[in-house]
């Protein structure tokens, strides 16, 4: 079965929500938490199932620069969605429904580069696992860090928009941020104890650099939070410090990948 039409179902259904969303926030109106969600998941249902085509195949798993794009960013809106459930975490979808929406069309259209399929050994799909859930959960802490840095610099010039009118209180949105960080790190932490467990050689040539940038970033995560615990660090601290960790934590991927899959293969 070809991807084709679950993906552009995926893509009109992202951007239908994004469309809907951007729309009742620009009336300075919260959009319908249920009608939100529904698209979301919908959406979801629709971008799993295009995953599903495209990254299993006989030999393995199939996973390319643009796929794995597009499977973290499947798994940051899952968890987005579940977190809305208890938690008022909706205006990232702001951000993050075009994001797949981008993503999807990406993993479709775009050839792949050169990719060594993975073998399904159940240590290793462990690892990868844990690696997608630690960078989707920092993702959107480095998404709300984004928001809280928006939210913070409409306050103090007294010009709030749309969308920070809908904000919760700024302490909600910090306290919601380390929350989101605490998260990752632990995640972010098995994965890396999984990858000492099951890969042969976590300094082997093609892992050195994302062994390497991961272990920075796992470094200044826990910096940042002993620094939340210990000396009570917030607002712009805490913010450079979330995106510095996430900006070596894609680097770690996505840059390995795309050297590995594009650049020596030019």
Known sequence: MHPLLP?????????????????????????????????????????????????????????????AASLITASVILLTLLACIRIPVENLLLLLFPLACLTVLLALFVPAGTVQVIDEEPGILVHILLSILAYGMLTIAALQSLLLLLQD???????PSGLSKNFPPLQTMESLLFGFLWAGWVLLSLSLLSGWLFLEDLFAQHLAH???????????????????????????????????????????YFGSKLVREFILHM
């Open 7 to 67: 993906s552009l179902a995926a893509a009109c259904l992202y951007a239908g929500a994004t469309a809907y969303q951007g729309i009742r926030l620009s009336q300075r109106v919260a959009p319908d938490k249920r009608l939100l969600t529904l698209l979301g998941v919908l959406a979801l249902l629709a971008h799993g199932f295009s995953l599903f085509i495209q990254l299993i195949t006989p030999a393995g798993l199939n996973l390319d620069f643009f796929s």
């Open 153 to 159: 610099h409409q306050l103090k010039n007294k010009h």
């Open 210 to 252: 994302k062994t390497l940038l991961a272990g920075v970033a796992w470094v200044i995560f826990a910096v940042l939070l002993w620094g939340r615990h210990q000396r009570g660090w917030r607002g712009h601290k805490a913010i450079r410090w979330t995106l510095a960790g996430f900006c070596l934590l894609m680097l770690a």
